[in-house]
């Protein structure tokens, strides 16, 4: 299973940005989908996440701001980010639940960064 992850950049404060992660390989079912973030020094911090059915998720500090989505049929999920701010200044990463097949346990994948800069 590989996840690749895209959609970050350089956007001043204020902006937007869509992340998009596509999920390929033996992915029999994708149960969870969630974004992560992680800047040096600190802990990966969970910044979204949704499930097969489509609850979601968030952060509070990101919560009102950012929003998350997939489309099952591309086993694609994304982070629409709004109103940025300096701190949300980070690499971002995407993060799957899998079962690769009927039989198996899900385990956890994970999309390499995408940096996120929010800057003036």
């Known amino acids: 299973v590989q996840l690749q992850a895209s959609g970050g950049g350089l956007v001043q404060p204020g902006g937007s940005l869509r992340l998009s992660c596509a999920a390929s390989?033996?992915?029999?079912?994708?149960?969870?989908m969630s974004w992560y973030r992680q800047t040096p020094g600190k802990q990966r911090e969970l910044v979204a996440g949704?499930?097969?059915?489509?609850?979601?998720n968030y952060a509070g500090s990101v919560k009102g701001r950012f929003t998350i989505s997939r489309d099952s049929a591309k086993n694609t999920v994304y982070l629409q980010m709004n109103s940025l701010k300096s701190e949300d200044t980070a690499d971002y990463f995407c993060?799957?639940?899998?079962?690769?097949?009927?039989?198996?346990?899900?385990?956890?994948?994970w999309g390499q960064g995408t940096l996120v800069t929010v800057s003036s």
């Open positions: 390989g033996r992915t029999f079912r994708i149960n969870a």
């Open positions: 949704i499930t097969g059915g489509g609850n979601t």
């Open positions: 993060n799957a639940l899998v079962k690769v097949n009927a039989l198996a346990v899900p385990r956890e994948y």
